[in-house]
């Protein structure tokens, strides 16, 4: 992220076209306007036009407006989002969902900044700046033919790559401070920070829905104000995604898969037996019929809360001697 800042830095005052590409949740969107509030004219509007949202009949009217009569219901004129961004910034979100034929148009706009509207018998003129965002790999639609390669070069002047949010895991954490205080602000609800053992809950998370899935996380955490539903919510998907690596070589050690596959049904049914009895631990022992400190290394050993709202990392000792089985 640094580098991406840096790279920012060099570029927001020149106006050049920006790509920004990276995975859904990595936070393009907020890059773009970045971007923008960082430019020379920060005042100036940024307006955002979601193409994947918008079927591909209504998107260029949506984009470039259209003349009165120029079809059936076109009783006035309308300017289109790029009239609306004149001076500003126009960010095209899902640049890879605009169709061939729109493209050609686009073009135009970016190479002499000049379009006309539906309908419209004169070229229209507009300063702007371009941000196109996408979670595809443009070079791929080019060579698929789904992407003019004109308009890729066009609107790569400047390439922005968002890592995911596993790769800068060390920002996990101020980012959460941060969506933390924006939604009790939002909500009007005030929250407690986390504990320092739900904080390596969440730094373990490989949140494959980057950084929207952690917001989403954090915001129910300040509505529900459980800090052990959001524990038991990141473990749950753990132990759902748990899985075996096979060697490439096709062997495999089956005793240590299958001991493996007993040690998570048994985190299963102990979490279980846990909830049903209110994480009352002694009365979950002799649901279990097993003794009070096997239950305590089970727990540890699988990674399972020792009490309600808590979280602590898996157990590498042995089961003590006297622990029963």
């Avoid at 371009?130 to 070079?139: D, F, G, H, K, S």
């Avoid at 800068?168 to 205080?181: C, G, K, M, N, T």
């Amino acid at each position: 992220m640094q580098s991406v800042r840096q790279r920012i830095d060099k570029v927001v005052s020149s106006g050049v076209p920006i790509l920004i590409q990276g995975d859904s949740g990595t936070g393009k969107d907020l890059l773009a306007r970045f971007i923008h509030d960082c430019s020379a004219a920060p005042e100036t509007q940024f307006v955002k036009v979601n193409c994947a949202a918008i079927p591909g009949a209504l998107l260029e009217s949506e984009l470039f407006g259209y003349e009165k009569g120029a079809f059936t219901g076109a009783h006035s004129a309308k300017p289109g989002r790029v009239e609306l961004a004149n001076d500003g910034t126009l960010f095209l979100d899902g640049i890879s969902e605009i169709d061939m034929s729109l493209q050609a148009k686009l073009l135009q706009l970016l190479q002499d900044g000049q379009f006309s509207r539906i309908g419209g018998q004169e070229d229209l003129h507009v300063q702007l700046r371009v941000i196109c965002a996408t979670n595809r790999r443009l070079e791929q639609e080019v060579a698929l033919g789904r992407f003019r390669p004109d308009l890729f070069y066009r609107i790569n002047v400047v390439s922005i790559q968002l890592p995911a949010l596993c790769e800068r895991s060390e920002d996990i954490l101020d980012l959460a401070a941060y969506f933390l205080e924006a939604h009790q602000t939002r909500h009007n609800i005030p929250a407690k920070p986390f504990s320092r053992a739900a904080s390596r809950l969440l730094e373990r998370h490989p949140w494959p829905g980057n950084i929207r899935e952690l917001e989403n996380l954090i915001e129910r955490y300040v509505i529900l104000g459980s800090e052990e539903a959001v524990s038991n919510e990141l473990l749950s998907w753990e132990q759902t995604h748990a899985t075996t690596d096979t060697p490439v070589d096709g062997h495999i050690h089956l005793k240590k898969v299958t001991r493996q596959a007993v040690q998570d049904l048994e985190g299963k049914i102990i979490l279980s037996v846990l909830e049903a009895n209110r994480w009352n631990r002694r009365r979950t022992a002799i649901a279990l019929k097993i003794s009070y400190r096997a239950l305590l290394y089970k727990i540890r050993r699988a990674g399972l809360p020792p009490k309600r709202g808590m979280i602590v990392p898996a157990a590498e000792t042995p089961p003590p001697a006297a622990s029963a089985n």
